[in-house]
């Protein structure tokens, strides 16, 4: 089975710090992404990438940068976190091609 | 970006009886996705069905896609408590995805 694995289950951060989350997957696949998910909101796609050292931005990028070094990691960094930023944050991955996500189980950021 | 809109927003039902959700999107994609998430865990990918198909199964599973309408409704049959999740739809355009915000799903022991 695809796993991807999402480094920290939770995490509470101050506001101005920077944040690193971390995503891994172990079964080569081109694309990888990052969403938040908030009430109400549904998920919104925040970057994405279809190969190493691409990256695209997604539907709310401000306040973020993402980083691909190799194929299988995709982090998302938040350069000074805010209080706006306490959101749940889900990674995904799939194969090029019209195929589904495998999703992480998730990191729920507070930041203080 | 290409959000859909589910309804109902929650859906509470008994075991036994059928579910029914429906989602609506507003461009042209490539094929629609349903996923489920169950409370404060990751999203797991149920069906997915292609724009140049009508309709789909899967187990309990039934999917239905009208292109003309821009929509699609999940059913599940003979629900089980353990059917109690939030379902989203997703529709995929040239490799990116954009999620609805979700029905919340209650099912009754």
């Known amino acids: 089975d695809v796993k991807v694995t999402q480094s920290s289950r939770y995490l509470v951060k101050r506001t101005g710090e920077k944040v690193f989350l971390e995503c891994v997957q172990d079964?080569?696949?081109?694309?990888m992404f990052w969403y938040r998910q908030d009430p109400g909101l549904g998920l919104r796609l925040i970057y994405f990438?279809?190969?190493?050292?691409?990256?695209e931005k997604g539907d709310i990028p401000e306040g973020y940068s993402v980083s691909r070094e190799k194929k299988e990691r995709f982090s998302l960094i938040l350069e000074s976190a805010s209080t706006n930023q306490t959101s749940m944050y889900l990674c995904?991955?799939?194969?090029?091609?019209?195929?589904?996500?495998?999703f992480g189980s998730g990191t729920r950021l507070t930041v203080v | 970006s290409q959000q859909g809109e589910e309804d109902p927003q929650a859906l509470s039902i008994q075991e036994g009886e059928n579910a029914t959700m429906n989602c609506s999107y507003k461009?042209?994609?490539?094929?629609l996705q349903w996923y489920r998430q169950n409370s404060g865990r990751g999203l797991v990918h149920l069906i997915l069905?292609?724009?140049?198909?009508r309709e789909k199964h899967s187990g309990r599973l039934r999917v239905t896609l009208d292109t003309s309408k821009k929509s699609s409704s999940l059913l599940i049959t003979a629900s089980r408590a353990a059917d109690t999740a939030s379902y989203f739809c997703?529709?995929?355009?040239?490799?990116?995805?954009?999620f609805g915000a979700g029905t919340r799903l209650t099912v009754k022991p």
């Open positions: 995904a991955s799939s194969l090029a091609g019209y195929y589904g996500y495998t």
């Open positions: 079964m080569d696949h081109e694309n």
């Open positions: 990438s279809y190969d190493v050292k691409m990256k």
């Open positions: 461009t042209s994609i490539n094929n």
């Open positions: 069905i292609r724009s140049n198909e």
């Open positions: 997703a529709m995929e355009r040239n490799n990116d995805m954009r």
